[in-house]
Protein backbone atom coordinates (compact mmCIF):
# COMPACT_ATOMS: atom_id res chain seq x y z
CA UNK A 1 0.00 0.00 0.00
CA UNK A 2 2.65 2.04 0.87
CA UNK A 3 4.38 1.99 -2.73
CA UNK A 4 1.04 2.61 -4.39
CA UNK A 5 0.60 5.80 -2.55
CA UNK A 6 4.10 6.87 -2.91
CA UNK A 7 3.30 6.16 -7.09
CA UNK A 8 0.36 7.63 -6.90
CA UNK A 9 2.11 10.69 -5.05
CA UNK A 10 4.65 11.13 -7.96
CA UNK A 11 2.13 10.60 -10.81
CA UNK A 12 0.25 13.67 -9.20
CA UNK A 13 3.09 15.70 -8.50
CA UNK A 14 4.56 14.94 -12.61
CA UNK A 15 0.75 15.67 -13.89
CA UNK A 16 0.74 18.98 -11.88
CA UNK A 17 4.05 20.45 -12.61
CA UNK A 18 3.96 19.39 -16.67
CA UNK A 19 0.31 20.17 -17.54
CA UNK A 20 0.36 23.97 -18.62
CA UNK A 21 -1.33 26.56 -16.06
CA UNK A 22 -4.47 28.45 -17.78
CA UNK A 23 -4.85 31.37 -15.14
CA UNK A 24 -7.74 32.91 -16.56
CA UNK A 25 -7.22 36.68 -15.53
CA UNK A 26 -10.66 38.45 -15.69
CA UNK A 27 -9.30 42.07 -14.53
CA UNK A 28 -9.85 44.65 -18.04
CA UNK A 29 -7.54 47.96 -17.43
CA UNK A 30 -10.07 50.73 -17.90
CA UNK A 31 -8.07 52.69 -20.81
CA UNK A 32 -7.70 56.41 -19.01
CA UNK A 33 -4.96 59.51 -20.19
CA UNK A 34 -3.50 61.91 -17.94
CA UNK A 35 -6.06 64.35 -19.48
CA UNK A 36 -9.13 62.58 -17.82
CA UNK A 37 -7.05 62.20 -14.60
CA UNK A 38 -5.93 65.42 -14.56
CA UNK A 39 -9.98 66.26 -14.91
CA UNK A 40 -10.87 64.09 -11.97
CA UNK A 41 -9.27 67.43 -10.06
CA UNK A 42 -11.63 69.33 -11.87
CA UNK A 43 -14.63 67.50 -11.06
CA UNK A 44 -13.84 67.75 -7.77
CA UNK A 45 -12.89 71.23 -7.61
CA UNK A 46 -16.57 71.90 -9.38
CA UNK A 47 -18.24 69.76 -6.41
CA UNK A 48 -16.56 72.04 -3.70
CA UNK A 49 -18.16 75.50 -5.78
CA UNK A 50 -21.17 73.97 -5.40
CA UNK A 51 -20.69 73.97 -1.22
CA UNK A 52 -22.92 70.35 -1.06
CA UNK A 53 -21.40 68.36 1.24
CA UNK A 54 -23.22 65.19 -0.71
CA UNK A 55 -21.96 65.86 -3.70
CA UNK A 56 -18.14 65.97 -3.04
CA UNK A 57 -18.56 63.05 -0.80
CA UNK A 58 -19.69 61.08 -3.93
CA UNK A 59 -16.71 61.45 -5.77
CA UNK A 60 -14.95 59.19 -2.67
CA UNK A 61 -14.96 55.57 -3.01
CA UNK A 62 -16.99 54.00 -0.30
CA UNK A 63 -13.68 52.85 1.69
CA UNK A 64 -11.58 56.10 0.92
CA UNK A 65 -9.40 58.03 3.05
CA UNK A 66 -8.97 61.23 3.45
CA UNK A 67 -6.27 63.44 5.09
CA UNK A 68 -7.49 66.56 5.14
CA UNK A 69 -5.48 70.45 5.61
CA UNK A 70 -7.08 71.49 8.58
CA UNK A 71 -7.93 68.82 10.39
CA UNK A 72 -5.84 66.35 12.24
CA UNK A 73 -8.17 63.36 12.27
CA UNK A 74 -8.26 61.15 9.18
CA UNK A 75 -11.52 60.40 7.58
CA UNK A 76 -11.80 57.35 6.81
CA UNK A 77 -15.24 56.42 5.88
CA UNK A 78 -18.18 58.70 3.93
CA UNK A 79 -19.72 60.01 7.47
CA UNK A 80 -16.46 61.18 8.77
CA UNK A 81 -15.30 62.62 5.44
CA UNK A 82 -18.53 64.37 4.94
CA UNK A 83 -18.58 65.84 8.40
CA UNK A 84 -15.04 67.07 7.57
CA UNK A 85 -16.41 68.91 4.08
CA UNK A 86 -19.47 70.55 5.89
CA UNK A 87 -17.14 72.61 7.83
CA UNK A 88 -14.57 73.18 5.35
CA UNK A 89 -17.07 74.00 2.61
CA UNK A 90 -18.13 77.16 4.97
CA UNK A 91 -14.91 78.38 3.91
CA UNK A 92 -16.03 78.76 0.46
CA UNK A 93 -12.81 76.75 -1.15
CA UNK A 94 -11.32 76.92 -4.67
CA UNK A 95 -8.58 74.89 -5.75
CA UNK A 96 -5.64 75.91 -8.41
CA UNK A 97 -3.35 73.18 -9.50
CA UNK A 98 0.37 74.86 -9.68
CA UNK A 99 2.32 71.47 -10.18
CA UNK A 100 1.36 68.34 -11.27
CA UNK A 101 2.49 64.54 -11.56
CA UNK A 102 -0.30 62.02 -12.82
CA UNK A 103 0.84 58.27 -12.70
CA UNK A 104 -1.38 55.80 -14.37
CA UNK A 105 -2.25 52.06 -13.92
CA UNK A 106 -4.51 49.38 -14.11
CA UNK A 107 -7.46 51.13 -13.36
CA UNK A 108 -6.03 53.39 -10.51
CA UNK A 109 -3.94 56.64 -11.41
CA UNK A 110 -2.76 58.99 -9.00
CA UNK A 111 -2.58 62.55 -8.81
CA UNK A 112 0.61 64.40 -7.09
CA UNK A 113 1.72 68.42 -6.60
CA UNK A 114 1.02 71.39 -5.55
CA UNK A 115 -2.17 73.67 -5.09
CA UNK A 116 -3.21 76.83 -4.09
CA UNK A 117 -6.43 77.23 -2.39
CA UNK A 118 -8.46 80.50 -1.77
CA UNK A 119 -10.79 80.44 1.02
CA UNK A 120 -12.64 82.65 2.65
CA UNK A 121 -13.36 83.65 6.34
CA UNK A 122 -16.72 84.52 8.28
CA UNK A 123 -16.50 88.56 6.67
CA UNK A 124 -15.99 87.28 3.40
CA UNK A 125 -12.12 87.80 3.35
CA UNK A 126 -9.99 85.78 1.10
CA UNK A 127 -6.75 83.90 1.65
CA UNK A 128 -4.59 82.07 -0.39
CA UNK A 129 -3.14 78.84 1.14
CA UNK A 130 -0.34 77.05 -0.48
CA UNK A 131 -0.37 73.30 0.16
CA UNK A 132 0.66 69.67 -1.22
CA UNK A 133 -1.50 67.45 -2.51
CA UNK A 134 -2.13 63.47 -3.17
CA UNK A 135 -5.49 61.84 -5.38
CA UNK A 136 -5.05 58.27 -5.52
CA UNK A 137 -7.85 57.13 -7.61
CA UNK A 138 -9.43 53.60 -8.29
CA UNK A 139 -11.79 52.78 -11.21
CA UNK A 140 -15.02 50.83 -9.22
CA UNK A 141 -18.20 50.05 -10.78
CA UNK A 142 -17.70 52.26 -14.13
CA UNK A 143 -16.68 55.87 -12.40
CA UNK A 144 -13.30 57.08 -11.03
CA UNK A 145 -13.61 57.60 -7.56
CA UNK A 146 -10.83 58.70 -4.91
CA UNK A 147 -9.35 55.72 -3.18
CA UNK A 148 -7.36 58.14 -0.82
CA UNK A 149 -6.52 62.12 -0.47
CA UNK A 150 -3.86 63.76 1.41
CA UNK A 151 -3.96 67.22 1.64
CA UNK A 152 -1.54 69.75 4.00
CA UNK A 153 -0.39 73.36 3.89
CA UNK A 154 3.69 73.78 2.57
CA UNK A 155 5.72 73.38 5.69
CA UNK A 156 7.90 76.51 4.73
CA UNK A 157 6.29 79.87 3.95
CA UNK A 158 6.13 80.92 0.37
CA UNK A 159 4.61 84.16 -1.13
CA UNK A 160 1.05 83.06 -2.65
CA UNK A 161 0.08 84.90 -5.57
Known amino acids: MQKLCSILF ?7 TTLPVQ ?13 EIAALFDRWNAALATLDPDKVVALYA ?10 NKPRTNHEEIRDYFVHFLEKKPQGHIDFRIIKIGCNSASDTGLYTFTVHDTKGKAQKVAARYS ?27
Open 10 to 16: IVVITAA
Open 23 to 35: AEDTMTCTKTNEQ
Open 62 to 71: PDAVLLPTVS
Open 135 to 161: YVYEYLNGQWLIEHHHSSALPESVRVK
